[in-house]
T-cell receptor
Framework: SQTIHQWPATLVQPVGSPLSLECTVE??????LYWYRQAAGRGLQLLFY??????ISSEVPQNLSASRPQDRQFILSSKKLLLSDSGFYLC?????????????FGPGTRLTVL | DAKTTQPPSMDCAEGRAANLPCNHS???????VYWYRQIHSQGPQYIIH???NNETNEMASLIITEDRKSSTLILPHATLRDTAVYYC????????????FGTGTSLTVIP
């Protein structure tokens, strides 16, 4: 069966510090991978998605970036965090070529920028 | 932009069926109806999806009206662990097409 992992689970960072969040998927090959952010009391916002290694599409211009160095690894980064970067970050995957692209979400990382 | 309308909250007695409605009157022919739920501080959990026909799996049943303008998620025997926010989403099934989670329905299962 497929599983998706995210770490860390929680993170508190000062403004201006760098960020690296990691997501890995097990039990599948060539997944499509996604990064979402959920702000408090709001819906999910798609940040990036990737259909393959080093293939990243950005949905929202901001101070975040994403990378996919390996097939089942997706990393979200920032060089300098802003207060507005606080939120619940979710990684998701769906199987390549799946008929309905149902996305499966990871457990999330709660980021607080102080 | 969420294209669905759901009641903000509902209660259900433990052991009874929970029927969660969703209105999607502007749904287009190639959009699927998906249901997810999110327990506090966890990632959304996929429940079920459908296009036209009613669907059933080990978690729930999805009833879609013939005109596809509304649907109902049915949890046949609600347990306390089903307390969560339930999201109804309509979406064209294309890679990279995001899931727009609105405010959902906060379901509380009462002992």
């Amino acid at each position: 069966s497929q599983t998706i992992h995210q770490w860390p689970a929680t993170l508190v960072q000062p403004v201006g510090s760098p960020l690296s969040l990691e997501c890995t998927v097990e039990g599948t090959s060539n997944p499509n991978l996604y990064w979402y952010r959920q702000a408090a009391g709001r819906g999910l916002q798609l940040l990036f998605y990737s259909i393959g290694i080093d293939q990243i599409s950005s949905e929202v211009p901001q101070n975040l970036s994403a990378s996919r160095p390996q097939d089942r690894q997706f990393i979200l980064s920032s060089k300098k965090l802003l207060l507005s970067d606080s939120g619940f970050y979710l990684c998701a995957w769906d199987p390549e070529g799946g008929p309905t692209d149902t996305q499966y979400f990871g457990p999330g990382t709660r980021l607080t920028v102080l | 932009d969420a294209k669905t309308t759901q009641p903000p909250s509902m209660d259900c007695a433990e052991g009874r069926a929970a029927n969660l409605p969703c209105n999607h009157s502007t749904i287009s022919g190639n959009e699927y109806v998906y249901w997810y739920r999110q327990i506090h501080s966890q990632g959304p959990q996929y429940i079920i999806h459908g296009l036209k026909n009613n669907e059933t799996n080990e978690m729930a049943s999805l009833i879609i009206t013939e005109d596809r303008k509304s649907s109902t998620l049915i949890l046949p025997h609600a347990t306390l662990r089903d307390t969560a926010v339930y999201y109804c989403i309509v979406r064209v099934a294309i890679t990279g097409n995001q899931f727009y989670f609105g405010t959902g329905t906060s379901l509380t299962v009462i002992p």
